[in-house]
């Protein structure tokens, strides 16, 4: 597969995995590597973008940098 369709594939997944949040996606062919960054609302969007992207590309190292950041007017969960 081309870079160009790899990187355009992997796109469309993180579109598809996390509406809340905005994540960038880095790809080194050569060294078979993709680095995402940014932000997400929740640890389960940020896992579910990783498998997502995982699911396109094996034999590629994934490294995830995606912070989870708690979106403004989600409420936070409380323990009592």
Do not use: W
């Not at 680095?35 to 640890?43: A, I, N, P, Q, Y």
């Not at 396109?56 to 994934?62: D, E, N, Q």
């Not at 912070?67 to 969960?77: E, S």
């Amino acid at each position: 597969m081309r870079e160009d369709e790899l990187y355009r594939r992997i796109l469309e997944a993180v579109d598809q995995g996390g509406e809340d949040g905005h994540v960038d996606v880095g790809i080194s062919a050569e060294k078979r590597i993709i680095t995402l960054t940014g932000h997400v609302c929740s640890r389960r969007i940020q896992i579910d973008i990783e498998d997502a992207v995982e699911r396109l590309v094996s034999g590629f190292t994934i490294v995830n940098m995606v912070k989870v950041d708690p979106c403004p007017g989600r409420p936070l969960p409380t323990l009592h």
